[in-house]
């Protein structure tokens, strides 16, 4: 059975780091580019970085340059989102999605599994 099971939202102050987990199960993540998408109340959901399967580069939105950071670690089957300097804006649901493709962040038809999404709030 493949599944995705991602952890590490939770609420954080402004200017706060957190590391958001997508760990999958039934399916090697290694072979499949890895993307992360959120999507906050009332908006569609949003790229925000992958990472691709044959060279390992990764693409950011613009909004996170420099603040997120994309990572695999293929021994544990899992991706990384490490998210430092939070903003209130980046409050949404997080999806984690796999893709047998090179990675994008401007469309999530590429994705073939996703994450059920973990939630980050930032706020004071």
């Known amino acids: 059975q493949l599944q995705f099971v991602e952890s590490g939202g939770g609420l954080v102050q402004p200017g706060g780091s957190l590391r958001l987990s997508c760990a999958a199960s039934?399916?090697?993540?290694?072979?499949?580019?890895i993307g992360w998408f959120r999507q906050a109340p009332g908006k569609e959901k949003e790229g925000v970085s992958c990472?691709?399967?044959?060279?390992?580069?990764?693409y950011q939105t613009d909004s996170v340059k420099g603040r997120f950071t994309i990572s695999r670690d293929n021994a544990k089957n899992t991706v990384y989102l490490q998210m430092n300097n939070l903003k209130p804006e980046d409050t949404a649901v997080y999806y984690c999605?796999?893709?047998?493709?090179?990675?994008?962040?401007?469309?999530?038809?590429?994705?073939?599994?996703w994450g059920q999404g973990t939630q980050v709030t930032v706020s004071s």
């Open positions: 999605a796999a893709a047998i493709a090179l990675c994008t962040i401007a469309t999530t038809r590429a994705y073939d599994y």
């Open positions: 039934g399916f090697t993540l290694e072979s499949h580019s």
């Open positions: 990472i691709n399967d044959s060279d390992g580069r990764t």
